[in-house]
C-alpha cells in the first residue's frame, strides 16, 4: 500500500526526526539533476527547513536538453534562494581516456566533484535521491550478475558522507506527490530507453513482479531489512574471530600472521574466506584457497595487499610494506648515528668488550678495507658466520634461523664494501671479529 500523498510531508519529517535527527544541525548538498526525484527531494528539505545547497551536474550527454536541466536548476536555486554549484563535463572523452562505460563514467566525474565542494564548503552530508523502487533495481542488477550477500543487501541509507533520505518512498509516492504539490521538474529521455539494464528492469521486468504480487515493493523492502541484519551480525562475528586468529608479526607492524591450524579450527569454509579478506582487497576465495594449498613462498596480490603462505601461517602486509631493492646507504666512519628504516645504528670507538647480546657487535677496526655500508640482502649473498667454520650462503642461514618470509625481506646488511660486516640482529662475521692483536674496538649497536 503506498503513502497517502497528503501526508508524504509528515512521513518524511517523521523519517528524519527518527533515522536521521543529526541532520537537522549541518549544511548539506543535494545532488539535484533537476528530475522528478531530486525535485521532490529539493522540496521535502525546504518544507521542513533543512540547510541546503544544490549541486549540478551537466554531461553533455543530452546536447540541448543537458543545458535545458541545467537552467532549470539554476532558476530554481535563485528563485528560492538556494546556494548553487554547477559544473560541466565531457563524459564521453573522460569515459575513454579511463577506459570506462558512460554510465561510470558519468558516476566517477560527478562523485569525485561532490567530494571537493564538500571540502572546500563544508558540507557535512550529500544527499542522493535514491528511493524504493532503485533499491529493487539494484539488487536485481547484482542479483542477475552473481553476488554475495553485500551485493543483496540494497543501497545503504548512510555511507560515509552520502545520504539517501527518500529510501523509504516509492516511484509512485514520489510521482504522486510531485503531481499534487505542482512541483515542476525536467523529464530525462534517456530513462526510457530500454538498451540499459536498469530501464530494461524498471519498464519490462518490475512491472510484471507487480502484477503478480502488488505489494512486492514492501515485501521487498522487508526481505531488504532481514538481509542487513544478517550481514551486520555476520561482520560481528567476522569481526572477533579476526581479533583471535589475526596477529601482528611485530609489535609496531601492520604485518598480519594467520594461522592456518587456526583457520581450519575455526571451520573457515572455502566461501567464507572471502569475507575474512575482503577488507583487504582480496574478492576471489577460490585464490586464497588455493594459496593455502600451496607451498611456502606463494604469494597473490589485491590492489592494496599481499598475502604469503609462509609453511604454517599466511602473511598479509600492505604493498608499501614489500621490501626494495635500494641503493646501499654509505657511512662515514666519524659518523656516529646513522638512521635506517627500521631503526638506528649507533657506532663508536671503544676501549673493551663490555654488553654482549643479538643487537650489539664489536669489530676490528683496523680490518676494514672502505667506509661502512648499509643494504638489503640479495640472492647469492653469503658470509662468515661468527662462531663457525667457513662461509654460508644467506638463504641457508635464513633456513637454519627458521626466519619467516618477512623476517627475511626486512634483513639488512652491513657491509665493507662487497663484504658482509654483520646480518643486523642476527649474526656478525667472523672476519671482523676482535683478537689479542685488535687495537682499535668499533662497537656498534642497532636500536630497532
Known amino acids: 500500500m503506498e503513502i497517502p500523498q497528503a501526508k508524504l510531508e509528515t512521513a518524511f519529517e517523521t523519517h528524519i526526526a527518527k533515522e536521521l535527527p543529526f541532520l537537522k544541525e549541518e549544511k548539506l548538498l543535494i545532488a539535484c539533476s533537476g528530475g522528478i526525484d531530486s525535485m521532490v527531494l529539493t522540496h521535502l528539505c525546504q ?4 540547510d541546503i545547497a544544490l549541486a549540478h551536474c551537466n554531461f553533455k550527454l543530452r546536447n540541448k536538453e543537458s543545458d535545458g536541466d541545467e537552467t532549470f536548476v539554476k532558476a530554481y536555486a ?16 573522460y569515459a575513454q581516456e579511463e577506459q570506462l562505460s558512460i554510465q561510470m563514467a558519468a558516476r566517477a566525474l ?3 566533484w561532490f567530494e571537493q565542494l564538500a571540502i572546500q564548503n563544508n558540507y557535512m552530508y550529500v544527499f542522493t535521491a535514491h528511493h524504493a523502487d532503485d533499491n529493487l533495481e539494484t539488487f536485481l542488477i547484482n ?25 523509504p518512498f516509492s516511484r509512485v509516492d514520489i510521482e504522486q506527490f510531485a503531481l499534487e504539490k505542482e512541483i515542476h521538474w525536467r523529464e530525462d529521455s534517456s530513462n526510457s530507453v530500454t538498451k540499459y539494464v536498469r530501464n530494461k528492469l524498471r519498464h519490462n521486468v518490475i512491472p510484471e513482479f507487480k502484477t503478480i504480487n502488488q505489494n512486492t515493493l514492501q515485501n521487498f523492502n522487508k526481505t531488504i531489512q532481514h538481509l542487513q541484519q544478517y550481514a551486520a551480525f555476520t561482520e560481528k562475528q567476522l569481526a572477533r574471530i579476526k581479533a583471535e586468529i589475526f596477529k601482528k608479526a611485530e609489535e609496531k607492524s601492520n604485518v598480519y600472521t594467520i594461522s592456518l591450524k587456526a583457520l581450519k579450527e575455526y571451520d573457515i569454509s572455502e566461501g567464507d574466506l572471502y569475507f575474512v579478506f575482503k577488507d583487504y582487497g582480496f574478492t576471489s576465495w577460490i585464490e586464497i584457497e588455493n594459496l593455502i594449498k600451496a607451498q611456502s613462498g606463494k604469494q597473490i596480490f589485491s590492489a592494496s595487499h ?13 604493498l608499501s610494506n614489500e621490501s626494495k631493492k635500494e641503493k646501499a646507504l654509505e657511512i662515514e666512519l666519524n659518523k656516529k ?15 673493551e668488550i663490555d654488553v654482549k647480546n643479538k643487537n650489539t ?3 676490528d677496526k683496523d680490518k676494514l678495507k672502505s667506509s661502512l655500508s648499509v643494504r638489503k640482502w640479495n640472492n647469492g649473498d653469503y658470509f662468515y658466520p661468527l662462531g663457525m667454520q667457513g662461509k654460508k650462503k644467506l638463504s641457508k642461514f635464513f633456513k637454519d634461523e627458521k626466519l619467516s618470509l618477512i623476517a627475511k625481506e626486512n634483513v639488512q646488511l652491513l657491509c665493507d664494501k662487497d663484504q658482509i660486516i654483520w646480518v643486523i640482529g642476527h649474526r656478525a662475521d667472523n672476519r671482523y671479529k676482535i683478537t689479542t692483536q685488535t687495537k682499535h674496538i668499533l662497537r656498534i649497536i642497532w636500536i630497532e
Open 337 to 351: 648515528e646513522v638512521s635506517l628504516e627500521r631503526g638506528l645504528l649507533k657506532i663508536e670507538e671503544v676501549e
Open 306 to 318: 599481499r598475502l604469503l603462505k609462509d609453511r604454517a601461517v599466511l602473511l598479509l602486509m600492505p
Open 361 to 363: 657487535i664489536y669489530i
Open 143 to 167: 542479483l542477475s550478475r552473481g553476488t554475495g550477500i553485500e551485493g543483496l543487501t540494497g543501497i545503504p541509507q548512510v555511507n560515509k558522507k552520502y545520504i539517501r533520505p527518500l529510501l
Open 47 to 50: 518544507s521542513i527547513k533543512l
Open 78 to 93: 535563485k528563485q528560492y534562494q538556494i546556494p548553487y554549484h554547477s559544473i560541466t563535463f565531457d563524459t564521453e572523452k
Open 110 to 112: 560527478r562523485y569525485n
